[in-house]
Protein backbone atom coordinates (compact mmCIF):
# COMPACT_ATOMS: atom_id res chain seq x y z
CA UNK A 1 0.00 0.00 0.00
CA UNK A 2 1.29 3.46 -1.26
CA UNK A 3 2.55 5.09 2.57
CA UNK A 4 0.47 8.15 1.36
CA UNK A 5 -3.12 6.46 2.04
CA UNK A 6 -1.77 5.28 5.57
CA UNK A 7 -4.12 7.77 7.47
CA UNK A 8 -7.31 7.69 5.05
CA UNK A 9 -6.92 3.85 5.42
CA UNK A 10 -6.86 4.04 9.14
CA UNK A 11 -9.91 6.21 8.88
CA UNK A 12 -11.68 3.70 6.89
CA UNK A 13 -11.23 0.46 8.89
CA UNK A 14 -11.87 1.97 11.91
CA UNK A 15 -15.19 2.65 10.53
CA UNK A 16 -16.22 -0.13 8.28
CA UNK A 17 -16.95 -2.95 10.64
CA UNK A 18 -19.11 -1.34 12.65
CA UNK A 19 -20.65 0.22 9.93
CA UNK A 20 -21.60 -3.68 8.69
CA UNK A 21 -22.85 -4.10 12.38
CA UNK A 22 -25.19 -1.33 12.32
CA UNK A 23 -27.65 -3.52 10.16
CA UNK A 24 -28.15 -6.43 12.98
CA UNK A 25 -31.55 -7.08 14.02
CA UNK A 26 -31.17 -7.25 17.39
CA UNK A 27 -29.43 -3.69 17.83
CA UNK A 28 -30.39 -1.84 14.79
CA UNK A 29 -27.66 1.56 15.22
CA UNK A 30 -28.82 2.36 11.52
CA UNK A 31 -32.46 3.38 13.31
CA UNK A 32 -30.25 6.05 15.38
CA UNK A 33 -28.25 7.56 12.44
CA UNK A 34 -30.23 11.14 12.69
CA UNK A 35 -29.33 11.44 16.00
CA UNK A 36 -25.80 10.44 15.88
CA UNK A 37 -25.31 12.44 12.73
CA UNK A 38 -26.48 15.89 14.69
CA UNK A 39 -24.15 14.55 17.60
CA UNK A 40 -21.08 14.13 15.80
CA UNK A 41 -21.51 16.99 13.36
CA UNK A 42 -21.94 19.10 16.75
CA UNK A 43 -18.78 17.82 18.36
CA UNK A 44 -16.86 17.40 15.09
CA UNK A 45 -17.47 21.60 14.31
CA UNK A 46 -16.15 22.41 17.78
CA UNK A 47 -13.11 19.94 17.49
CA UNK A 48 -11.86 21.04 13.79
CA UNK A 49 -11.74 24.53 15.31
CA UNK A 50 -9.94 23.73 18.13
CA UNK A 51 -7.24 21.00 16.26
CA UNK A 52 -6.89 24.06 13.26
CA UNK A 53 -5.98 26.43 16.04
CA UNK A 54 -3.70 24.70 17.68
CA UNK A 55 -2.42 23.32 13.79
CA UNK A 56 -1.60 26.77 13.43
CA UNK A 57 0.45 27.31 16.18
CA UNK A 58 2.34 23.72 16.04
CA UNK A 59 1.23 22.11 19.28
CA UNK A 60 0.62 19.08 16.39
CA UNK A 61 0.76 18.39 13.22
CA UNK A 62 0.42 16.03 10.14
CA UNK A 63 3.56 13.70 8.58
CA UNK A 64 3.00 14.61 4.33
CA UNK A 65 4.34 11.28 4.01
CA UNK A 66 1.28 9.42 5.35
CA UNK A 67 -1.84 11.83 3.37
CA UNK A 68 -3.09 12.12 0.61
CA UNK A 69 -2.24 15.93 0.13
CA UNK A 70 -5.89 17.06 0.18
CA UNK A 71 -6.15 20.14 2.66
CA UNK A 72 -9.23 22.33 3.78
CA UNK A 73 -7.14 25.15 5.64
CA UNK A 74 -4.58 23.61 7.49
CA UNK A 75 -6.01 20.29 8.56
CA UNK A 76 -5.42 17.26 5.71
CA UNK A 77 -8.88 15.64 4.80
CA UNK A 78 -7.85 12.31 6.79
CA UNK A 79 -7.58 14.28 9.48
CA UNK A 80 -11.24 15.92 8.97
CA UNK A 81 -12.47 11.87 8.63
CA UNK A 82 -11.24 11.55 11.78
CA UNK A 83 -13.82 13.28 13.91
CA UNK A 84 -16.36 11.06 11.95
CA UNK A 85 -15.48 8.03 11.65
CA UNK A 86 -13.71 7.04 14.83
CA UNK A 87 -16.86 9.10 17.10
CA UNK A 88 -19.18 6.42 15.00
CA UNK A 89 -16.81 3.68 16.37
CA UNK A 90 -16.81 4.55 19.24
CA UNK A 91 -20.89 5.42 19.42
CA UNK A 92 -21.88 2.44 17.99
CA UNK A 93 -19.50 0.31 20.60
CA UNK A 94 -21.39 2.53 23.48
CA UNK A 95 -25.03 1.70 21.52
CA UNK A 96 -23.72 -2.32 21.21
CA UNK A 97 -22.39 -2.70 24.52
CA UNK A 98 -25.73 -1.17 25.98
CA UNK A 99 -27.31 -4.14 24.37
CA UNK A 100 -25.20 -6.58 25.13
CA UNK A 101 -24.68 -5.78 28.62
CA UNK A 102 -28.01 -5.54 30.54
CA UNK A 103 -26.82 -4.61 33.73
CA UNK A 104 -25.33 -1.00 34.06
CA UNK A 105 -22.06 -2.35 36.61
CA UNK A 106 -20.86 0.92 37.02
CA UNK A 107 -23.56 2.82 38.13
CA UNK A 108 -23.61 2.69 41.60
CA UNK A 109 -19.84 4.02 41.03
CA UNK A 110 -20.63 6.67 38.57
CA UNK A 111 -21.01 9.78 40.79
CA UNK A 112 -17.34 8.84 42.27
CA UNK A 113 -15.71 8.37 39.07
CA UNK A 114 -17.04 11.25 37.62
CA UNK A 115 -16.25 13.68 41.11
CA UNK A 116 -12.65 11.66 40.79
CA UNK A 117 -11.81 12.66 37.22
CA UNK A 118 -13.26 16.46 37.91
CA UNK A 119 -11.14 17.16 40.71
CA UNK A 120 -7.95 15.51 38.78
CA UNK A 121 -8.73 17.46 35.37
CA UNK A 122 -9.39 21.26 37.00
CA UNK A 123 -6.26 20.46 38.84
CA UNK A 124 -3.84 19.31 36.28
CA UNK A 125 -5.06 21.43 34.11
CA UNK A 126 -5.16 24.82 36.51
CA UNK A 127 -1.38 23.66 37.47
CA UNK A 128 0.08 23.03 34.09
CA UNK A 129 -1.50 26.39 31.94
CA UNK A 130 2.03 26.82 30.50
CA UNK A 131 1.26 23.66 28.52
CA UNK A 132 -1.93 24.36 25.88
CA UNK A 133 -2.56 20.55 25.41
CA UNK A 134 -3.04 19.43 28.97
CA UNK A 135 -4.25 22.86 29.59
CA UNK A 136 -7.39 23.07 27.15
CA UNK A 137 -8.29 18.81 27.67
CA UNK A 138 -8.00 18.28 31.29
CA UNK A 139 -9.77 21.75 31.85
CA UNK A 140 -12.45 21.34 29.15
CA UNK A 141 -13.05 17.35 30.20
CA UNK A 142 -13.67 18.45 34.33
CA UNK A 143 -16.16 21.31 32.84
CA UNK A 144 -18.10 18.78 30.80
CA UNK A 145 -17.98 16.52 33.45
CA UNK A 146 -18.85 19.03 36.68
CA UNK A 147 -21.77 20.69 34.20
CA UNK A 148 -23.15 17.11 33.43
CA UNK A 149 -22.97 15.96 37.22
CA UNK A 150 -24.52 19.08 39.07
CA UNK A 151 -27.10 19.82 36.26
CA UNK A 152 -28.22 17.29 33.72
CA UNK A 153 -27.14 14.25 36.12
CA UNK A 154 -27.34 11.92 33.22
CA UNK A 155 -28.28 8.08 34.40
CA UNK A 156 -25.85 6.80 31.49
CA UNK A 157 -22.48 7.31 33.05
CA UNK A 158 -21.59 4.05 34.46
CA UNK A 159 -22.30 2.51 31.07
CA UNK A 160 -19.98 5.34 29.54
CA UNK A 161 -17.32 4.94 31.71
CA UNK A 162 -17.81 1.02 31.24
CA UNK A 163 -17.82 1.58 27.52
CA UNK A 164 -14.66 3.66 27.64
CA UNK A 165 -12.94 0.98 29.06
CA UNK A 166 -13.56 -1.29 25.63
CA UNK A 167 -12.77 1.44 23.47
CA UNK A 168 -9.71 2.32 25.05
CA UNK A 169 -8.31 -0.88 23.45
CA UNK A 170 -8.59 0.13 19.55
CA UNK A 171 -8.08 3.52 20.22
CA UNK A 172 -4.54 2.35 21.51
CA UNK A 173 -4.09 0.57 18.48
CA UNK A 174 -5.12 3.10 16.04
CA UNK A 175 -3.32 6.02 17.89
CA UNK A 176 -0.41 4.26 18.62
CA UNK A 177 -0.16 3.90 14.72
CA UNK A 178 -0.61 7.73 14.05
CA UNK A 179 1.76 8.60 16.47
CA UNK A 180 4.67 6.21 15.42
CA UNK A 181 4.33 2.78 16.42
CA UNK A 182 4.66 -0.18 14.07
CA UNK A 183 5.72 2.61 11.29
CA UNK A 184 8.60 4.41 10.77
CA UNK A 185 7.67 8.31 11.15
CA UNK A 186 4.67 9.43 13.37
CA UNK A 187 1.82 10.61 11.05
CA UNK A 188 0.79 12.79 13.71
CA UNK A 189 3.46 14.49 15.72
CA UNK A 190 3.60 16.56 19.04
CA UNK A 191 5.13 19.81 20.24
CA UNK A 192 6.18 18.20 24.02
CA UNK A 193 6.54 21.79 25.07
CA UNK A 194 2.31 21.98 25.11
CA UNK A 195 2.22 19.09 26.79
CA UNK A 196 3.24 16.49 29.49
CA UNK A 197 5.80 14.78 28.00
CA UNK A 198 4.19 11.54 29.42
CA UNK A 199 3.66 8.63 26.46
CA UNK A 200 2.28 5.26 26.46
CA UNK A 201 4.64 4.17 24.40
CA UNK A 202 4.28 6.51 21.53
CA UNK A 203 0.58 8.19 22.45
CA UNK A 204 0.77 11.41 24.70
CA UNK A 205 -1.18 10.49 27.98
CA UNK A 206 -3.49 13.78 27.13
CA UNK A 207 -4.99 12.08 24.26
CA UNK A 208 -6.71 9.72 26.24
CA UNK A 209 -8.48 12.34 28.25
CA UNK A 210 -8.71 13.98 25.20
CA UNK A 211 -10.67 10.61 23.64
CA UNK A 212 -12.82 10.77 26.39
CA UNK A 213 -13.76 14.49 25.89
CA UNK A 214 -14.66 14.04 22.15
CA UNK A 215 -16.66 10.83 22.70
CA UNK A 216 -18.56 12.16 25.78
CA UNK A 217 -19.65 15.12 24.14
CA UNK A 218 -20.65 12.96 21.36
CA UNK A 219 -22.71 10.82 23.57
CA UNK A 220 -23.82 13.33 25.78
CA UNK A 221 -25.70 14.92 22.74
CA UNK A 222 -26.60 11.63 21.30
CA UNK A 223 -28.41 10.48 24.91
CA UNK A 224 -29.92 14.28 24.77
CA UNK A 225 -31.59 13.58 21.68
CA UNK A 226 -32.82 10.03 22.16
CA UNK A 227 -34.13 11.38 24.99
CA UNK A 228 -36.48 14.42 23.23
CA UNK A 229 -37.63 11.65 20.57
CA UNK A 230 -38.98 9.53 23.25
CA UNK A 231 -40.29 12.48 24.72
CA UNK A 232 -42.21 13.81 21.46
CA UNK A 233 -43.11 10.07 21.27
CA UNK A 234 -45.00 10.18 24.43
CA UNK A 235 -47.02 13.06 24.32
CA UNK A 236 -48.02 13.04 21.13
CA UNK A 237 -51.90 11.82 20.48
Not at 19 to 34: H, Q
Not at 87 to 95: D, G, I, L, N
Not at 102 to 114: A, V, Y
Amino acid sequence: MNSKYLYLSIDLLAISVPFLFSFYSKAPFYKKWKNFGIATLITAVIFLIWDEIFTRMGIWGFNPDYLTGIYIFSLPIEEILFFFCIPYACVFSYFALNHLVEKDHLFPHQELISSALIILMLIFGMYHMDKWYTCVTFISLGLLLAYQMLKIRPRYMGRFYFAFMFILIPFLIVNGILTGSFIENEVVWYNNNANLGIRLGTIPVEDIFYAMLMLLLNIGIFEWLEDWDYYKKKISP
